[in-house]
Structures are given as structure tokens and as C-alpha cells.
């Protein structure tokens, strides 16, 4: 932010040069749309109720206004929205869009890197791949941004992740390495070497190295940072970019490692940390305690509800898969789909993630698990949310906890153009996006599995083999 | 008292039906040895219910028939008559269902708990015998822990009262299934379904080529998968019976019609090829399963009579699950071929009423509408008949077992959800009263033990 208004300042009196730098911060695109959706069912994702007979006006590819009584101002196209539900993107948090293109398939699976040598850092920024069918999948189901990140395989850490957009573009990338991911659980001990007692030695020698490193360690001055893409890019730390720099010789990371873990340490990269039992919750709240700056966000948490005061007070967000009941593995005993629920009452701050399959965890399903945190309101007993609640959980809350508050999962004046045009209730099953904008962008919805549902509409072979339907 | 002697008679009955056909084909002058087919058998008997009547629902009986402000009467553990407003109901118990709806008892034909149950540790990894590429000798239910909390989450979210749990696939013959009531038992027997046939597990494609492979033996190819299938069908054709062999048994079983094939098969074009195997051995093929592809080859499905068990919208998580596509029920519907929704996951049983949902929804939108009271058929009638229990369960007709939901509202609404369920007459989860919330051995005195979940 402070870098674009710096930029902004110098190029005061460039009009054509401020317009360029506006439209690298908000994504907006040439062929960016003014539209405006009248008279819908409206959904603003800020957690309010959705709002009948609303109107919503994307100019330059950013939000204008929504709500009742909006003006359409002269010279947009407008959309008769009656019957129809309109919404901001969704944004799924933490998934492998991008980074794959079958799970299963290893040659093509860039998701986790068992045998590299590095750790944290891994930057998936350079491995994505805006066709990926998963990523048209995600968009055709109404998701337009999403945060990505490698799973901690060779390292508990994951390594650094990016907010992307889905766009049918080439440029995918909003925000490089947006966040840190490390693994504090069971997953985390048995790559430490078998314990959680590992895990936190690893991690806090880690975090020792990195803030010893980013004090002491030489700078010089043939590293250089790439283009600003953004306006708010962490700056990438010249270390990283060449050079070596001095070091001790008691050290356990390579200096690549080290050097991507300062922004962690010194709290401009969030440290999203995955772990499920409350246990583990409270050890890694009490990270704060030596390390301050650290700007921690929980991911899974599936016992979060019962450690849910200590995570409200401690003001740490959370990412959570929403649908965990079942005591899966021995830090989720306490696992039950009233989670959310009961953590968003204590006043966390969470939402709906870590889809990052192509099974019942797709992203495509954020949807119906947010429907079914409406649904156990109705079950005695269970915690559920609003249906205001459940939808800001895969829109604005995710955006905010990814950095990109009010810009993304939001329809408010001068957010991203990011718009869903859906034939019913979003939260709904037999609901589904008819039209997805992104940055003012009408998106495709054209994929790999549209071409077979065409193509095997019948089987009829009369005339030529079905290769030559399509 | 009544219920008790029904059941017991008809488990004899089933084990009659058995013996008649032990080895009668063996034409060797030495008379083959005698073999108990049920030797661990079902313990179940039903738990004591009251007379019901659930009165004002919208039924969906499972069939394909939708009844608006239905009366729905459960007597003695059977379905004792489903009709309108003007069923009398003297003599029983009144729920007002009034804006609620009614359904059969949710079946998954699909289901590996209990043999990998939760916790999901190496300790409780129990469902592929992966140490030789043909186990038709293993049965699931020698693996199955009734003390997998997975059974009371299918019962409380998803209204299941009846599932089929297999082995995994990473064998091309992975050994019999078994068919569940989903009711806490000590024992697996206490949970078997009284009647229901058994199942083997078959899988195409790339896990066994891929695990066999992997140790440097057959199969390590798809041509090397059916070669292996083929010598083992000829084989057990081959064995005089004179010694008992368990592989050969369930292998002889599947070729008297006595045992159902449940295949995993993702492919279409490997499904062929599975269909014409089977006429070259003389078997049938019940069900494939994980059909991902099954859409390109429904006409040929139809005609062979077997069903497709399919998930809603996976894909893409292997090459032979590329091809997935969200309108495969829809279509295979269309072409008049069965179609189930199986879950294959300890999460999706939870809410196959969900998924059945969206996979007729992907129809609707390119044109294809299926009647909801048809949909639910999906995950009751026709995996009952996939499985072999069609008589017995999966629909709401009077003289069958009373297994039924009540749910909150519309079932193919993602915001509903049971609130009683009904096995063989006797309320055995009601979301309004806690005490008829099972929770299992495993997770008593554990956190949050006795939650809703």
C-alpha cells in the first residue's frame, strides 16, 4: 500500500501512468465490462442477510455500488437480475489450485515436494498454471480468488503461498508469497523426526535463524527485486534474489530457508500454522510469547471450539474445514460440525477452507458446506450460523484473512469486479452460477467437463464415432 | 417376541437356500466335503418399537412415488401400510410430520468403515489384504471394528440404516462384502444384515496394476490385470471340491449366482471389457463401482442390467477419474440405466441425500429433470436391489422392514436434516433427545463425548 502511494505521488500529474498502476493494483483488464444487475436477490458477503430487489453496478472492473435503490448510471449494460441471486466471488482459502492437474497423476502434481531440500523457501508463485481444469472447475462453481499453497512434505514447512484469482488469463498470481505454512501437528512431528517436541525444536530454531539471520546477515548489492505487481508485494529479501551472506556455522537451514523466514519473524508474512487439537491451539498461541511480531492464523482447528476463548482473545483467525465430526486421527476426538459455529460465537474470526481436493473436499463444495452450517441451526443442540454468516465464511472472512479485506469477497464500492450471477440460493445444491465476472471480466464456461457433458449428450454413432462431436 | 421368531425364521430359511445349492455341480464319485456357508452368522434381532404413525409428511417411498400429506404406519418392525389422510391410525403412536418428509432408510453400497475405521492409524488399516493380487478367500467382515464411530455419523447426519462395506481395491479379486444394518452392536454379527447376500469385491484399472507393479509382480499392466483375472476364474472352474479352498469357494459362489460381483471400475471402455469377462466365465456383474465413466456407455449398461454406484461430482484425482463429470447420473438416467450414489468415504455417507442432490441438479440444468421422488431412489431402492435386499428393505412398502427418516425438511435441501430414524420399527436416533445419540466405546470419556457431532 505504502509503496503504491508513493509510486501514485511521483506520477502525480501522469494521468495515463496513475491509471496503469490503478489497474495493476486492482487487476482491472481491458476488456473489463461496466455492468449493472438489476432487481436480483443480493448477497453483499459482509455477513448481512441477503437483500431482494437489489442492484449492483461494476464499472472499470471494480464494485460501484450495491444495494436497493442503486442508480444505474448512463452508459452501462444492464442485466435483469429477477429471479436470480447475485453475489460476490467466492474465495477459497487455502487450496492446490493451480498446482495440479489430477491429484493422483504424480508426474503433474506440484501440490508437495517430499524430496526437495528446501522448505519455507518453496514459493508456489512460478509452478501456476491458470488452465489447470481444476482451477476452470472452481471458477465455473463461483470462485474467483483463492489463496494457494504446497502441503509440508520434505519440511513442516509448506512453504510460501499466493492469493490468486481465477481468471481465464495468464496472469494468476494477486499476491506472492501472501503467507508461510507450517505444520504443528501430527503431520508436522513425524516430519520433524516423530514428535510435536521435534516440530516446535524445528520451528523455533527455524524462527531463531530467520530473525538472527535478518539482523546479521550481510546484505549486498547485486540482489534485485522484481517489478512491483501488486502495489503491496512483500518485498522479496535480497538474499533470496542472489548473494550469499554471512553466516555462523551452528546452523540448521540452508540460507535460502532462512532468508525467506524473516518476513515471518519480523510479522509482515502471516505464519498460517495447521493444527486440530486444543492442545496444540494453546501451544501455538503461546508462540507470541517469544516471538511478538508473528501474525499467526490457525488452520483445521478442528478442536478450536473448545480452545475457542483463548483463540477470540488472543485475536488469531482461523481457517477451518467446517465439516470435521469424526475423531479422524487423535488430535480430532473432539471434532464435531458445530465448530464453527461455536468459535464464531466466542468471536473468532473464521472461515470455511482447506478445500484442496478433487473429491468431496473440492473447492466447488465451499458452497455446500457453508449451507450446512445453515442447516444444523435447525438441530437441537448444534451450533450453526446465520445464512449471512455462513456466506461471508467463503467470501469476505477468507479474503480478509488472506490481506485482501474490502478489495476481495465483498460487494462494496471499490472492491475487485468480482461477480457471481447464480439461478438460485448459493448455499443451495440445486444451486449454481449461470454468469462469474472477475475484475469486471465475463469468464468462459467453457472446461474439459463441459466439452464431454456436450458430446456424450447421446450416443448416437449413426454417422461417425463421437470423436467428431464436439 | 413376534418380530424375533421372523427373523430367526428367515435366517433358516436363507441358510436352507444355501445348502441346496453346496457343490451340486461337482461330478467327481468322491462326494465333495460339506460346507456351512453362514458360519458367523447374523446375531441381530430388532430393537423393540411402538406402534407409529408419521402423519402430514411429503413421502418419497422410494420407488419413484411422491405422497403429499402422507400417513406412514410402523407395526411390529415392518412398514404395516403407507397411504393418505385417510389411513385410519387407531392404535398407534401419532408424529405429526406435518411439512417434514419421510423416506426410506438411506443405504450406502459402498462404505469401508469399520475396516479403515477412525482414528485412520496404521493399527486400523484393515481393508486390503495388498499381499497378493487375488484374495477372493478374505471376508470384509473379519475386519470390521463395530466400534468405528464412522456407523453413528451415517446413522445421525445421513439416515443410513443399511450399508454394504467392501474390501479396498488394491486387489483385482479383493475378497466378500458385507451387508450391515447400521445398528451398535458388540459384535459384527450383532450388525449383519439377516438374509442379505454376500458381495466380492473386484477392481479394475490402476490400483492393482499399480500395487502388484510396484512389488515387482503380476499384474503390472491392464492386460496383465485381466490375465491374472481370467486363470483365477479358470481355476476355481478347474477345483473338484474335494478339499476346501475358501478362494475357491466365494469364486464358486459368485459362478452359482449365490455371490454378487460389486466391481471397481472407473473406465468405460475397461468396463466392456469386464462385461464380455464375465460371459466368457459365466458371471454377472452387479454393480460397477466409482462408474466415473459410466455416462459414455450407458445404452450398454442397460442392456447388461447392471447398475453404476457413483459419487456426485468427484473427478479428477487419478487419470481413470479424469473423465468425471457432475451429469453422469443425469445421463445414465436417461438412457434407463440404474444409477446409485455410493460415498466410499466416511464423510460423504453423512450426506448422500446431499449428493444425490447435486447430481440431479447438474441434469437439470442441460435439460434432463429427474423427479425428486425418483432421486431419492438413487440411495434406497436401487442400491437395496444392487445388493440383493430389495425384498427385504429400500422402499416404503407394507411387510418390509420398517427402515425410515424423518427429516426436517426436503431432504435434497442442504438445510435439512433427520430428525428420527427408524431401524426395523425401533427409533434409534431422534435428534430432539440426546439419549438417543449412540456413541461408541472408543469415544466415551473422551473430549466432547456425547456431542452432537
Same mark, same amino acid.
Given at each position: 500500500m505504502s509503496a503504491l502511494s508513493r509510486k501514485r505521488l511521483s506520477a502525480l500529474g501522469a494521468l495515463g501512468i496513475a491509471l496503469g498502476l490503478a489497474g495493476a493494483f486492482t487487476g482491472y483488464r481491458a476488456n473489463a465490462q461496466d455492468i449493472a444487475i438489476t432487481n436480483a436477490t443480493v448477497a453483499t458477503g459482509d455477513g448481512s442477510e441477503p437483500i431482494q430487489g437489489a442492484t449492483v453496478v461494476v464499472r472499470g472492473g471494480r464494485i460501484i455500488a450495491a444495494g436497493p435503490g442503486v442508480p444505474v448510471p448512463a452508459g452501462v449494460q444492464v442485466v435483469d437480475g429477477t429471479g436470480k441471486w447475485v453475489t460476490p466471488g467466492l474465495f477459497a482459502a487455502l487450496t492446490g489450485l493451480g498446482l495440479s492437474d489430477a491429484d493422483g497423476i504424480d508426474e503433474s502434481d506440484d501440490q508437495s515436494a517430499r524430496g526437495s531440500p528446501f522448505g519455507a523457501a518453496l514459493d508456489v508463485s512460478p509452478a501456476l498454471n491458470p488452465l489447470s481444469q481444476h482451477v476452470q472447475v472452481a471458477r465455473g462453481g463461483g470462485i474467483t480468488r483463492a489463496s494457494v499453497a504446497t502441503r509440508p512434505a520434505g519440511s513442516i514447512f509448506g512453504g510460501q503461498g499466493a492469493i490468486v484469482d481465477l481468471g481465464a488469463d495468464p496472469r494468476m498470481v494477486v499476491r506472492p508469497r501472501a503467507f508461510q505454512l507450517v505444520d504443528l501437528g501430527e503431520t508436522g512431528a513425524r516430519i520433524a523426526g516423530g514428535s510435536r517436541v521435534a516440530a516446535h525444536a524445528l520451528l523455533r530454531n527455524a524462527l531463531r535463524e530467520a530473525r538472527q539471520f535478518g539482523n546479521e546477515g550481510r546484505l549486498t548489492a547485486r540482489g534485485r527485486n522484481g517489478e512491483m505487481e501488486t502495489g503491496d508485494d512483500i518485498p522479496v529479501d535480497l538474499r533470496l534474489v542472489d548473494n550469499p551472506a554471512e553466516r555462523g556455522e551452528d546452523v540448521l537451514l540452508t540460507r535460502f530457508d532462512a532468508a525467506a523466514l524473516v518476513p515471518v519473524v519480523n510479522g509482515t508474512q502471516a505464519l498460517y500454522v495447521a493444527v486440530e487439537r486444543a492442545a496444540d491451539i494453546r501451544a501455538v498461541l503461546a508462540l507470541k510469547n517469544e516471538f511478538p511480531r508473528l501474525r499467526l492464523v490457525l488452520v483445521g482447528a478442528s478442536e478450536g471450539w473448545s480452545a475457542a476463548r483463548d483463540i477470540a482473545a488472543a485475536g488469531v483467525p482461523v481457517i477451518a474445514q467446517a465439516m470435521n465430526d469424526l475423531p479422524s486421527s487423535f488430535e480430532q476426538l473432539a471434532a464435531t460440525q458445530s465448530n464453527v459455529g461455536r468459535m464464531v460465537r466466542a468471536g473468532v474470526k473464521v472461515a470455511i477452507g482447506g478445500l484442496a481436493g478433487t473429491t468431496g473436499d473440492q473447492p466447488k463444495n465451499l458452497a455446500q458446506f457453508a449451507g450446512n452450517m445453515v442447516a444444523l441451526t435447525k438441530v437441537p443442540g448444534a451450533t450453526g450460523l446465520s445464512w449471512g454468516e455462513a456466506f461471508a465464511a467463503i467470501s469476505s472472512i477468507p479474503a480478509e484473512i488472506s490481506g485482501q479485506g474490502g478489495r476481495a469477497g465483498v460487494l462494496k464500492t471499490g472492491a475487485a469486479g468480482d461477480l457471481v450471477l447464480w439461478d438460485g440460493d448459493p448455499l443451495e445444491l440445486t444451486s449454481a452460477p449461470e454468469r462469474v465476472f472477475i475484475d469486471g471480466v465475463e469468464q468462459p464456461r467453457n472446461d474439459h467437463q463441459t466439452g464431454l457433458r456436450d458430446r456424450y449428450r447421446d450416443l448416437d454413432e449413426r454417422d461417425l464415432p463421437k470423436a467428431y462431436d464436439r | 417376541m413376534h418380530q424375533r421368531f421372523l427373523i430367526a425364521g428367515l435366517g433358516a430359511l436363507a441358510l436352507a437356500a444355501c445348502a441346496n445349492t453346496t457343490n451340486t455341480k461337482s461330478a467327481s464319485s468322491t462326494p465333495p466335503v460339506a460346507i456351512n456357508k453362514d458360519p458367523y452368522p447374523s446375531t441381530y434381532r430388532p430393537y423393540p418399537g411402538r406402534p407409529m404413525a408419521l402423519v402430514g409428511a411429503t413421502v418419497f417411498d422410494g420407488t419413484g412415488k411422491r405422497i403429499e400429506n402422507a400417513t406412514v404406519l410402523l407395526r411390529d418392525g415392518k412398514i404395516a401400510g403407507v397411504g393418505g389422510a385417510e389411513l385410519a391410525t387407531a392404535g398407534y403412536d401419532r408424529v405429526d410430520a406435518s411439512g417434514k418428509f419421510v423416506t426410506p432408510g438411506i443405504i450406502d453400497i459402498h462404505s469401508h468403515l469399520g475396516v479403515y475405521p477412525s482414528p485412520s492409524i496404521q493399527a486400523h488399516s484393515?481393508?486390503?489384504?495388498?499381499?497378493? +493380487?487375488?484374495? +477372493?478367500?478374505?471376508?470384509a467382515e473379519h475386519s470390521i471394528w463395530p466400534q468405528d464411530p464412522g456407523f453413528t455419523r451415517a446413522l445421525a447426519n445421513g439416515g443410513v440404516t443399511s450399508l454394504m462395506i467392501l474390501p479396498g481395491s488394491a486387489n483385482l479379486m479383493g475378497g466378500r462384502t458385507v451387508t450391515l444394518k447400521n445398528v451398535p452392536a458388540r459384535t459384527v454379527q450383532g450388525m449383519k444384515f439377516p438374509g442379505a447376500p454376500y458381495g466380492m469385491k473386484m477392481a479394475c484399472g490402476e490400483n492393482p496394476k499399480r500395487v502388484y507393479g510396484g512389488k515387482g509382480r503380476m499384474p503390472s499392466t491392464r492386460m496383465g490385470n485381466f490375465a491374472v483375472n481370467r486363470q483365477t476364474w479358470l481355476d476355481a472352474k478347474a477345483d473338484d471340491g474335494k478339499k476346501r479352498n475358501l478362494a475357491t469357494e466365494t469364486l464358486k459362489g459368485v459362478l452359482a449366482g449365490d455371490i454378487l460381483v460389486h466391481n471397481h471400475c472407473y473406465r468405460a471402455d475397461e468396463m466392456a471389457l469386464v462385461i464380455d469377462m464375465a460371459k466368457e466365465m459365466g458371471y454377472k456383474v452387479s454393480t460397477f463401482h466409482h462408474a466415473v465413466e459410466s455416462y459414455k456407455i450407458g445404452d450398454l449398461l442397460r442392456e447388461n442390467g447392471i447398475c453404476s454406484a457413483i459419487w456426485a461430482d468427484w473427478y479428477g484425482f487419478k487419470m481413470e477419474s479424469y473423465?468425471?463429470?457432475?451429469e453422469n447420473a443425469a445421463l445414465l438416467s436417461r438412457e434407463g440405466a440404474c444409477v446409485v450414489i455410493h460415498s466410499d468415504d466416511e464423510n460423504g455417507i453423512q450426506r448422500l441425500n446431499q449428493e444425490a442432490s447435486k447430481a440431479a441438479a447438474a441434469g437439470r440444468r442441460m435439460g434432463l429433470t429427474i423427479p425428486e421422488e425418483t432421486v431419492i431412489s438413487w440411495i434406497t431402492l436401487n442400491p437395496a436391489k444392487a445388493m440383493g435386499i430389495d425384498k427385504l428393505t429400500g422402499s416404503l412398502e407394507t411387510g418390509k422392514m420398517a427402515d425410515v427418516v424423518l427429516w426436517n425438511g426436503n431432504p435434497l435441501s442442504v438445510y435439512s436434516r433427520p430428525e428420527k430414524v427408524w431401524i426395523d420399527g425401533a427409533l434409534l436416533f431422534d435428534s430432539s433427545n440426546p439419549r438417543l445419540r449412540p456413541v461408541t466405546d472408543f469415544e466415551l470419556g473422551q473430549p466432547g463425548v456425547g456431542d452432537v457431532k
Open positions: - | 484393515d481393508g486390503n489384504e495388498a499381499t497378493d +493380487p487375488t484374495t +477372493p478367500e478374505v471376508w473423465d468425471g463429470i457432475p
